[in-house]
């Protein structure tokens, strides 16, 4: 049986018109292709698309149901430090990078409050116990 893979990620979002500039600046950063107005893709086949939500519907709560964050890994820790520098000068909110036991981490949140992690793992690091 083949392993499965993960395939896309669909967020719904408030307001496409606050939330695509977001998105356009971040997923370029970390290598991501747009294909069409609102879907991007990276070189391993993964897409993400950002549609508008419907009317009425709950917001994101932190420790609600659902997804909590998103995260992508960096090449670097210069490569986290260049994506905050960049977020920051295109005008969007990047807080203090955390170091995490050697794991060095950008929590960052979009205009709805969806939370992305950019991280780098130096080698050796053990990810998972």
Not at 3 to 15: E, F, M, Q
Not at 49 to 69: D, F, L, S, V, W
């Amino acid at each position: 049986m083949a392993k499965p893979n993960i395939d896309h990620l669909n967020l719904l979002v408030s307001s496409l018109d606050t939330s695509l500039p977001y998105y356009e600046c971040l997923l370029e950063l970390l290598g991501f292709k747009r294909n069409r107005k609102t879907i991007w893709s990276n070189n391993d086949g993964f897409f993400l698309q950002i549609q508008q939500a419907k009317p009425g519907t709950r917001e994101y709560e932190r420790y609600g149901a659902g997804m909590n964050h998103l995260g992508f890994k960096a090449e670097s820790a210069q490569e986290v430090h260049d994506i905050r520098q960049a977020m920051q000068d295109a005008g969007f909110e990047a807080p203090e990078i955390q170091d995490l036991d050697g794991v060095i981490a950008l929590f960052m949140k979009d205009p709805d409050g969806i939370r992305f992690e950019i991280s780098y793992y130096p080698p050796g690091t053990k990810v998972f116990d």
